[in-house]
């Protein structure tokens, strides 16, 4: 049996805020100083561009990451353009689930009409800068050392993807 994608249910709640907990908490892929409560979910579904909300399940169909097509800002006249986030486990890592995920936000992407995806990432994340570029993602733009977590300061890159 596979691992298998797809769209998000209310019952995914509880995991994907516990996934997302995890990178608060252990990593720099998530921003918050401190893990965020059950309610976050609610703000994920609502800053999400659309139906564009996954879960990967595992053989087990346990729900083991996550991925969203994001509004990249209010405005009508940016709807060209959108802002990815995906969260998966680190034992997950290496098996080509991020890459599957990303091919279902970009197909989610093109059929709303979007041209270019963004991707918000920390200096101190090589492994998400890494899989950006191997998946045709260039650096358009630092902030440098804008963030501080865990008293280590890092820079927000931002990555881009025409499409």
């Not at 516990?18 to 100083?33: L, Q, R, T």
């Not at 729900?63 to 990249?72: D, E």
């Not at 963004?118 to 733009?141: P, T, V």
Request: charged share 25%; hydrophobic share 40%; net charge positive.
């Amino acid at each position: 049996m596979d691992f298998r994608i797809r769209k998000l249910s209310e019952g995914d709640r509880t995991a994907v805020v516990d996934i997302f907990n995890h990178f608060v908490e252990y990593s720099f892929a998530a921003y918050p100083a401190k893990k965020v409560g059950y309610g976050f979910f609610e703000y994920l579904k609502e800053t999400a561009r659309g139906d564009s909300f996954y879960v990967i399940e595992s053989p087990e169909a346990q729900v083991i990451g996550f991925g969203l097509l994001r509004k990249y800002h209010g405005g009508s006249i940016f709807h060209r353009a959108a802002e990815l986030a995906y969260f998966i486990m680190p034992a997950y890592g290496n098996r080509g689930l991020g890459t599957k995920l990303l091919t279902a936000l970009l197909s989610d992407a093109t059929k709303m009409g979007v041209e270019t995806v963004l991707a918000s990432i920390s200096s101190l994340n090589a492994a998400s800068l890494n899989f950006h570029r191997k998946n045709g993602f260039a650096e358009c733009g630092r902030f440098k050392r804008v963030g501080k977590k865990n008293g280590r300061d890092f820079d927000v890159i931002w990555m881009q993807r025409f499409i």
